[in-house]
């Protein structure tokens, strides 16, 4: 395992923002931000871009400022991007009103890598929560190991699409490092937190996976939602064919990732859900690869088989 307290003891201790997209989020944001309130080492400032509604999401807390944006102005990268360049921190920690921290030691922790000054941004291991069903939990499972692991250019080559595999649900970036490389990209589908990582890995940094940096975040997909989930999965990778290209195709962890819930679900005697599981996947790969091909499709079809309908109204795609 990788002992990040090796590693250039003599790196400081930075400001630390946590920036945290919402839209109405209060009674699971509460969790967040007293798990951030209990933390061994607690965020220097808290910043909530809120999106709701109305009213919006009423949080009032000491530390914590929030923006409100209208809910047509989301947008995944720039809205980031946003608060990035408002915030006071030297690393800018992205969680989303969902993610809750494991225990008191998950932001510490998540901070560690960044001793070595090869490492850009670093991401924890997000756990199925109590609820999860076994679809949800096999996911997290499968993405986010014990093991932690740095990964940087070279990698490409042995991990293909997945060393530019990270989660905005909880990472961590040098700010410096970010505002160099124009923060996140705007207008995506989703995926801005990829596509930066696979900027900074091309400009010689590394990505660090903590897998004992750990928050509590899953969802409950139905097969419907799942399609939906892939549809824009193949959206993204349409977009951004070119960053694919230097990385690699998903098709060899997309066999993996069958072949693994599979053998879950046999270990666990689950043979019921056997059926559900070949439901999902072919789901999956039939919305993936339509997906892909979205430009072929009626707009209005597309928008209806999309999870993130809004992109299709604002992108002018």
């Known amino acids: 395992m990788t002992d990040w307290k090796k590693q250039d003891q003599d790196a400081g201790t930075p400001l630390v923002s946590v920036i945290i997209p919402t839209?109405?989020?209060?009674?699971?944001?509460?969790q967040v931000l007293s798990g951030l309130e209990r933390?061994?080492?607690?965020?220097d400032e808290i910043l909530l871009v809120d999106s709701s509604p109305g009213a919006g999401t009423p949080i009032r807390r000491p530390g914590v400022r929030t923006i409100r944006i209208a809910p047509a102005k989301f947008d995944h990268g720039g809205t980031r991007?946003?608060?990035?360049?408002?915030?006071?921190?030297?690393?800018?920690?992205f969680m989303t009103q969902d993610a809750v921290p494991a225990d008191r030691q998950a932001l510490a922790r998540l901070l560690q890598p960044f001793a070595d000054r090869r490492i850009a941004a670093a991401y924890g291991r997000q756990l199925p929560e109590a609820d999860a069903t076994v679809f949800a939990e096999?996911?997290?499972?499968?993405?986010?190991?014990?093991?932690?692991?740095?990964?940087?250019?070279?990698?490409r080559?042995?991990?293909?699409?997945?060393?530019?595999f990270i989660s905005n649900s909880f990472a961590a970036y040098r700010k410096q490092i970010l505002a160099e490389h124009g923060?996140?990209?705007?207008?995506?589908?989703?995926?801005?937190?990829?596509?930066?990582?696979?900027?900074l890995l091309e400009h010689g940094y590394c990505v660090a996976y903590v897998g004992d940096a750990c928050v509590y975040h899953s969802h409950n997909y139905s097969v419907a939602e799942d399609f939906r989930r892939y549809f824009d999965i193949g959206v993204f990778h349409a977009v951004q064919s070119g960053m694919l290209a230097k990385?690699?195709?998903?098709?060899?962890?997309?066999?993996?990732?069958?072949?693994s819930e599979i053998s879950l679900l046999i270990r666990r005697k689950k043979y019921t859900l056997l059926p559900e599981s070949m439901l999902r996947n072919l789901a999956?790969?039939?919305?993936?690869?339509?997906?892909?091909?979205?430009?072929?499709?009626?707009?209005?079809?597309?928008?209806?088989l999309s999870m993130n309908r809004r992109w299709w109204m604002n992108s002018g795609r």
């Open 23 to 30: 839209c109405n989020g209060a009674g699971r944001l509460e």
């Open 39 to 43: 933390q061994s080492r607690p965020p």
């Open 81 to 93: 991007t946003m608060a990035a360049r408002q915030a006071r921190g030297e690393i800018l920690v």
């Open 138 to 155: 096999h996911l997290r499972l499968f993405n986010y190991p014990a093991r932690s692991a740095v990964r940087c250019w070279r990698d």
């Open 157 to 164: 080559r042995t991990l293909g699409i997945k060393t530019v």
């Open 183 to 199: 923060f996140f990209p705007a207008r995506l589908l989703f995926g801005e937190d990829s596509c930066t990582l696979a900027r």
């Open 247 to 259: 990385f690699g195709t998903p098709t060899g962890a997309g066999k993996r990732y069958v072949r």
């Open 284 to 304: 999956k790969f039939t919305a993936y690869n339509l997906g892909k091909r979205y430009t072929l499709l009626p707009r209005r079809l597309s928008m209806r």
